[in-house]
Nanobody, 120 residues
Framework: VQLQASGGGLVQAGGSLRLSCAASGRTFSNYAMGWFRQAPEKEREFVSAISGGNTYYADSVKGRFTISRDNAKNIVYLQMNSLKPEDTAVYYC????????????????WGQGTQVTVSS
C-alpha cells in the first residue's frame, strides 16, 4: 500500500483544515486507517483511526476532528475544526491490515506526512 497525504497548511486558531490520504496498491477496504501526528521534539502520537464501521479519537481532538473514508476513491479524510496552536504538527496517515490500534508500531504502511501549522 502506498499512501499520499495532503491538505496541510497554515491556519489561524479556530480555523479548519481537511487532510486527505490517497491509497493505492492493495485493496483499500481491507485496511484500517489511522492518523498520527508529531510535533517538534515530541513523540509521534495517535490522533484518529477508522476500522470497519468504528472510529476512534485521541481525547485531545475528540469533538473537533472527524475521520472518514471513501472506499470507492481509496481516500481517508481527517476533518479538523476548531484548530488550536497545540495541533501544530506533521500529520501522517497509516494503514494496518485488520483492526486499528492506537499504537503507531502496529501500522504497516505510512504516508510521507503533511505539515499543519496553527497560529495563535
Amino acid at each position: 500500500v502506498q499512501l499520499q497525504a495532503s491538505g496541510g497548511g497554515l491556519v489561524q486558531a479556530g480555523g479548519s483544515l481537511r487532510l486527505s490520504c490517497a491509497a493505492s496498491g492493495r485493496t483499500f477496504s481491507n485496511y484500517a486507517m489511522g492518523w498520527f501526528r508529531q510535533a517538534p521534539e515530541k513523540e509521534r502520537e495517535f490522533v484518529s483511526a477508522i476500522s470497519g464501521g468504528n472510529t476512534y479519537y485521541a481525547d485531545s481532538v475528540k469533538g473537533r476532528f472527524t475521520i472518514s473514508r471513501d472506499n470507492a476513491k481509496n481516500i481517508v479524510y481527517l476533518q479538523m475544526n476548531s484548530l488550536k496552536p497545540e495541533d501544530t504538527a506533521v500529520y501522517y496517515c497509516a494503514a494496518i491490515r485488520g483492526c486499528a490500534t492506537m499504537r503507531d508500531k502496529d501500522f504497516d504502511y505510512w504516508g510521507q506526512g503533511t505539515q499543519v501549522t496553527v497560529s495563535s
